[in-house]
Every structure is written in structure tokens, then in C-alpha cells.
């Protein structure tokens, strides 16, 4: 098969070196890639939200399948696109519809679809300019912490978790009068704030079956002991030692099966990763949020840990069969660490560079924010670099994790030092 994996993350890094595995792979092409991904198929620079040089290359080069990495070609309808162009609609494309990838795009469809098929997250109310009134007593009428979400995609900053109702007051006010999140926050949608511990849970889906992957917990905040900034992902495990058989039992049945029929009883084409952001509440599963793709850096861990074929798998999405394919997993652990560019989530510097990515040879180290420049690699993003390590347990895997980090060095790198301390 010849395969175009678009997006340029670690998450695109780890689906290269696993497709690049595949039995039945001719072909791999990355769009645009970064420089980790250089080493499992050939980066093309153009951009996976420009859809007539997808078009384009998938023609030149005779692509038999598109695999999408990040949500915001297929918020825009890259699939949609493929299926009403004649040339395009008989090339697989994994991921959903523009339809099904509202689940992401807009929390205020994922809300009212949860509503529809009785599955279980926060109580929430949706507002506009229209009714800030209503909003602001929405708010005085709730116990705090307040949760106000923008609608749209915010690149993961549009959610705030707030106190004060006086503050929360003011925050609903800039989000819907000024657009605070640009017109990501048209509507904001006010949520219950629930307590209890988060976890990340992945299927690939046809439409019709599921295949659950593993689950993974992912450390978002900046500093050690969860604090400080909200952050893009510092690091992730897989398994989640809570994540029990009971526990993952109920996410099953009132959270994915649910959610599988729901799309098809809706007619919203659906073949590609869902993410379900979860939280357990005293043993509960509650949805915190979808996601219309696999998680970063969740999916440094998750696809190690898939034993099987992953174009196998893709191709019983395609056709439909997915249910006839057989999954297996390595009965290992699995964590990473994103090793950042200092100052990082907020303003960071670029084109640093990075050594001792060669005397690694423990872990995996799978690129998020890089650049090539000649034989060099050079930092291009905030996040640069996740390094993954196996072990027979968690706390194996992190320690070797974190040995092969202490290799590895550019100017101003940060990494959190505390991988599975709420957990362990
Ligand atoms: P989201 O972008 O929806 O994942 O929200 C970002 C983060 O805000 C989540 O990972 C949670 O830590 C937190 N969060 C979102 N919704 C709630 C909620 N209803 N209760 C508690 N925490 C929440
Ligand atoms: N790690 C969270 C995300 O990918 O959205």
C-alpha cells in the first residue's frame, strides 16, 4: 500500500514508525512531517489543511489510503472533501465525517449528542451574546469551581476553570462579547465541575464495530504536582493502574457503545480514532470531552504497545471489516516524556541544537517540534521531543525513560521529573 499520514507531531511520528512496520506497506508519505518522521517514509511540505495539494498528491503519487493525525482537517471536512470528489472517494481516509468530527469541534454538539444517547458527563448549559444574561444567572445559580468552555476548536486553551463567580462573570462576558477565543467562542457552553481523576481512552471504529486500544493517562500542566500552565501534554503512561476491568466494564457499556451507535443511528459517517477524554468520578465514568483523533503524546504510548498490524487494521476500517480483524497488544508498559523548549507554553525560542539523539538506544525517541538542517536536528516547536521506553511495569518504564532523557540535550529543554505520581 502507499500510505499519506498528514500532520507533523509526535502523534504523526509514532503512526509513521508503526505503519512503517506494516507487512504490507509499499509507500509512506508524511505531510509535512518533522525530522523523526524523515526516517520512516518522505515528508512532503505542504500543509494537511490545504486540501488541493492533498488532492494532488494523493493523485501524483498514487496514495491507496490517508491517514489524518490532527483535528483540523477533519473539523473542516477533509473527508467530505474526498467523498464528493469523483478522483478522491474511492481512497480510504481515515477519519470521520466533518459531521462526526463536530464531536470535537463544537463541545456544544458533543453536549447535546451525550443528551441524546444518555451518556454520562457534566451538567452543562450552552449561551450566546443573545443570552449572556441568562448566562451570568446560570452561573449565580451553580457552586463553583466554574467550568466555561468555548465552543469551537481553541488550539486547547479554551476551556478556563474558574472560582470566583464574580470572576467567572467577567470571563463569560469577554468570551461571548469580545470573542475572547476569536469565534471559537460565539457560543460557550458552562459545565459542573467534577473532581476525580482523568484518564484517556481510544477505539478505531468502521461506523459499525470498534476496536479499543489501549487507555493512557496524560500529564498536561507545566509543572511538577499537575501546576502552572496548561500545556499541550509533558508526558504519558499506558496501562492507568485504575483503569481496572470494573471500571473500564462501564466505560464500555455507557460511554462507547453508546457513542458507536449513536453515530450510526445518526447517519454521521464515522471511521477513524475517536478519544474519549474521560474522568472517574468515585468509580464512575464521566466524558470530559471527545476528541475526533488519537491523543499526543497518549499516542507515543498507545501504538508501542499495539502488537498488530496497524495497516490491517486501517484496511478493516476501510472496508468495513473491522470486526473480522484481530487486535493484539504487548503486555508491557509504556510512558513517555516530552522534553519542551524553555519557556514554554508561553513565549520559547526556536532552531536550537539538539544532541545525543544517537546514544539512545534504550527508548524510542519519537519528534514533535523539530527541523532538519542537514545531518542536525534543530528544535521547531515548544514541544520537542518525546521520548518512550518500555518496561515490565510503570515504574520500569519511567525510570528508563528517564535515563534516556539525561542523554539528551539542547539549550533550555524542560521536561517534568514526576511521570505516574499521582498513580503509583
Ligand atoms: P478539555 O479541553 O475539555 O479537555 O478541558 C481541559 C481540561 O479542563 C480537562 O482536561 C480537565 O482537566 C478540565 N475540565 C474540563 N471540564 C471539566 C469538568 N466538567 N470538571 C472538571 N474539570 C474539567
Ligand atoms: N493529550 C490531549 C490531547 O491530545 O488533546
Known amino acids: 500500500m502507499r500510505i499519506l499520514l498528514l500532520g507533523s507531531g509526535g502523534r504523526e511520528h509514532a503512526l509513521a514508525w508503526k505503519i512503517a512496520q506494516s507487512s504490507v506497506l509499499d509507500e509512506l ?71 462526526g468530527a463536530q464531536l470535537e469541534g463544537s463541545k456544544d454538539f458533543a453536549k447535546k449528542f451525550m443528551h441524546r444517547h444518555s451518556i454520562p458527563t457534566a451538567k ?8 449572556l444574561e441568562e448566562g451570568i444567572k446560570y452561573l449565580e445559580s451553580m457552586k463553583g469551581p466554574y467550568v466555561l468552555k468555548a465552543d469551537g476548536l481553541a488550539a486547547g486553551k479554551g476551556v478556563l476553570i474558574i472560582q470566583d463567580v464574580e470572576e467567572a462573570k467577567i470571563e463569560l462576558q469577554s468570551m461571548l462579547s469580545y470573542e475572547k477565543f476569536g469565534a471559537a467562542s460565539k ?71 453508546p457513542t458507536i451507535k449513536g453515530l450510526k443511528q445518526e447517519m454521521i459517517p ?7 477524554g474521560l474522568i472517574n468520578v468515585k468509580g464512575d465514568p464521566f466524558v470530559i470531552e471527545y476528541n475526533c483523533r488519537m491523543g499526543d503524546p497518549e499516542t507515543e504510548v498507545v501504538i508501542p504497545r499495539l502488537k498488530s498490524d496497524i495497516l490491517d487494521l486501517f484496511e478493516g476500517v476501510a472496508t468495513n471489516t473491522l470486526s473480522e480483524r484481530d487486535i493484539q497488544f504487548y503486555d508491557k508498559s509504556a510512558a513517555t516524556v516530552v522534553m519542551v523548549s524553555e519557556g514554554y507554553p508561553e513565549f520559547y525560542e526556536k532552531g536550537k541544537v539538539i544532541y545525543g539523539l544517537k546514544s539512545v538506544v534504550e527508548s524510542i525517541v519519537f519528534h514533535s517540534g523539530t527541523a532538519s538542517d542537514g545531518p542536525s536536528v534543530l528544535t521547531a516547536g515548544g514541544r520537542v521531543l518525546c521520548v518512550t521506553s518500555y518496561g ?30 499521582d498513580v503509583l
Open 29 to 99: 508519505f508524511i505531510a509535512p512531517g518533522n525530522a523523526g518522521t524523515r526516517n520512516h517514509g518522505k515528508n512532503l511540505s505542504f500543509s494537511p489543511t490545504d486540501f488541493e495539494s492533498v488532492k494532488k498528491h494523493v493523485l501524483e503519487l498514487n496514495i491507496n489510503m490517508v491517514v489524518v493525525g490532527p483535528e483540523e482537517p477533519l473539523v473542516m471536512g477533509i473527508y467530505d472533501f474526498f467523498m464528493k470528489d469523483p478522483l478522491l472517494k474511492n481512497i480510504p481516509l481515515i477519519g470521520p465525517s466533518m459531521a
Open 124 to 131: 452543562y448549559a450552552t449561551f450566546s451574546y443573545e443570552t
Open 187 to 257: 457560543k460557550v457552553v458552562i459545565e459542573q465541575f467534577l473532581t476525580g481523576i482523568e484518564l484517556s481512552v481510544f477505539v478505531l471504529t468502521d461506523g459499525s464495530s470498534f476496536k479499543l486500544l489501549p487507555e493512557a493517562k496524560d500529564y498536561k500542566r507545566i509543572g511538577e504536582g499537575d501546576t502552572g500552565l496548561n500545556t499541550g501534554g509533558m508526558g504519558a503512561i499506558s496501562p492507568v493502574p485504575f483503569a481496572d476491568a470494573a471500571f473500564m466494564d462501564k466505560v464500555h457499556n455507557r460511554i462507547i457503545v
Open 270 to 276: 464515522y471511521k477513524g480514532f475517536i478519544f474519549f
Open 392 to 421: 515490565r511495569n510503570l515504574e520500569a518504564a519511567i525510570e528508563k525513560t528517564y535515563d534516556s532523557v539525561a542523554k539528551i540535550s539542547f539549550e533550555g529543554a524542560y521536561f517534568r521529573k514526576d511521570l505516574g505520581f
